[in-house]
């Protein structure tokens, strides 16, 4: 499965999220097929998120968009959000 990992700094996580579950739909629609929300556990407006995704095209079209760019903006993503689109070549059960 193609993910796409998003790395990015926020103003304020509590105002960041709600945007993020607005746009759901949208990643659905983009072929988003889930996610996971990660906070750094020493700087919780460092923030990263995990997505699976139907194809890295997809992703990177997602990614690239400028109704995305737009919500990051009114969400308070602070700086350049880093993009990187991963394919998995092993998984372990420890």
């Not at 105002?15 to 607005?22: G, I």
């Not at 739909?25 to 699976?52: C, E, H, W, Y």
């Amino acid at each position: 499965m193609p993910y796409m990992l998003v790395h990015h700094q926020v103003s304020d996580f509590a105002k960041w999220k709600p945007f993020f579950d607005r746009d759901e739909n949208t990643r659905k629609n983009s072929g988003s097929k889930g996610a996971q929300v990660f906070q750094n556990s020493g700087n919780p407006t460092d923030v990263m998120i995990l997505f699976d995704w139907d194809t890295i095209e997809n992703a990177k079209k997602f990614g690239m968009s400028e109704n995305l760019k737009k919500t990051m903006e009114q969400a308070g993503v602070i700086g350049e959000p880093h993009f990187h689109f991963l394919k998995e070549v092993q998984k372990s059960k420890a």
